[in-house]
């Protein structure tokens, strides 16, 4: 099955960018994933990127996929006090734990 | 438009009885997967079930088990609960028989005692 890490922890300043990694094992899917987790609710699908693509850009939001290390990332511009959340990495049916994002005013 | 709906939001059980937990996907989908998820740790993907067939299984012993309806919604059986059975059950859709794309429910909390 997949195999999928990511660090459990980053604090921002409100503004400032945020950078969430995230290393995976398996290399088989169409896509990969970011979803969001918000206290008491279900898992919101944020974004995703194409495997053969290596860069997708949405609004604030910035994926990047290196393919040869297995890396993926997701940069949140411009950080406002509602991103703090938990940001999930998915491969196929794999998520990562979950990075517990804090924005500080 | 109605998205994932799950039911119930909270369960209390104790060991040894039997749970199930219900699912209606996002309109337009056809493919349930469930999820359980322990505080503070990532989901675990538990199975998918499409065309009222499981397609894939995480792994999940045989106390869990499910059924897809014509209807595309799912059921989750979890039969024997242990207390390391306490968790939130989250069920997703998705179209197409794969795994892509996911919406999620809001889950159900389910309380082993």
């Known amino acids: 099955g997949e195999d999928v890490e990511q660090s459990l922890f980053l604090s921002v300043r409100e503004g400032d960018s945020s950078v969430i990694n995230c290393t995976y094992t398996?290399?088989?899917?169409?896509?990969l994933y970011w979803y969001k987790q918000e206290p008491g609710a279900g898992l919101q699908l944020l974004t995703y990127?194409?495997?053969?693509?290596d860069m997708k850009q949405d609004q604030r939001l910035t994926v990047l996929l290196n393919k040869k290390d297995k890396h993926l990332s997701l940069r949140i511009a411009d950080t406002q006090t509602g991103d703090s959340a938990i940001y999930f990495c998915?491969?196929?049916?794999?998520f990562g734990a979950g990075t517990r994002l804090t924005v500080k005013p | 438009d109605a998205g994932v709906t799950q039911s119930p939001t909270h369960l209390i059980k104790t060991r040894g009885q039997q749970v199930t937990l219900r699912c209606s996907p996002k309109?337009?989908?056809?493919?349930v997967s469930w999820y359980q998820q322990a505080l503070g740790q990532g989901p675990q993907f538990i199975f998918q079930?499409?065309?009222?067939?499981?397609?894939q299984r995480g792994n999940f012993p045989d106390r869990f088990s499910g059924h897809q309806f014509p209807n595309y919604s799912s059921e989750l059986n979890v039969n024997a609960l242990l207390l390391g059975d306490s968790a939130l059950y989250l069920c997703?859709?998705?179209?197409?028989?794969?795994?892509?794309?996911?919406?999620f429910g809001s889950g159900t909390q389910l309380s082993v005692l």
């Open positions: 990127i194409f495997s053969n693509m």
């Open positions: 309109s337009g989908h056809d493919t």
């Open positions: 997703a859709s998705s179209l197409g028989g794969g795994g892509e794309k996911l919406f």
């Open positions: 079930y499409y065309e009222e067939e499981e397609r």
């Open positions: 398996d290399s088989s899917s169409t896509y």
């Open positions: 998915a491969e196929g049916t794999g």
